[in-house]
Nanobody, 122 residues
Framework: QVHLVESGGGSVQAGGSLRLSCAAS????????MGWFRQAPGKEREAVAL??????YYAASVQGRFTISLDNAKNTLYLLVNSLKLEDTAMYYC?????????????????WGQGTQVTVSA
């Protein structure tokens, strides 16, 4: 079992930045793909950034603006979100999958956090 807790969301003006954090109860970097997903109202949940020992993935819409990273010592996954746009407004979720080749399919992720809200205003 992996327990995930996100934090760091908030309200920010367009062009601003946030750092999202996901504290994991216990996992081994070599055993899991960790990722960030987001879901805007009325839209499907989508993969934003994924990280494993074999994969780093960014959605095209966030490439160059978002950075995913991992602090193994703290068992914490981060997502640095820069140059925020109105369309980045969503609930952001941390997830873990036992598949090392990261998948964008939400069905491949066994563990989910409760989410942290990011709201971008003009």
């Amino acid at each position: 079992q992996v327990h995930l807790v996100e934090s760091g969301g908030g309200s920010v003006q367009a062009g601003g930045s946030l750092r999202l954090s996901c504290a994991a109860s216990a996992y081994t970097y070599s055993d899991y793909c960790m990722g960030w997903f987001r879901q805007a109202p009325g839209k499907e949940r989508e993969a934003v950034a994924l990280l494993s020992s074999t994969t780093t993935y960014y959605a095209a819409s966030v490439q160059g603006r978002f950075t995913i990273s991992l602090d193994n010592a703290k068992n914490t996954l981060y997502l640095l979100v820069n140059s925020l746009k109105l369309e980045d407004t969503a609930m952001y979720y941390c997830a873990a999958s036992p598949k090392l080749v990261c998948s964008v399919s939400i069905g491949d992720y066994d563990y989910w956090g409760q989410g942290t809200q990011v709201t971008v205003s003009a």
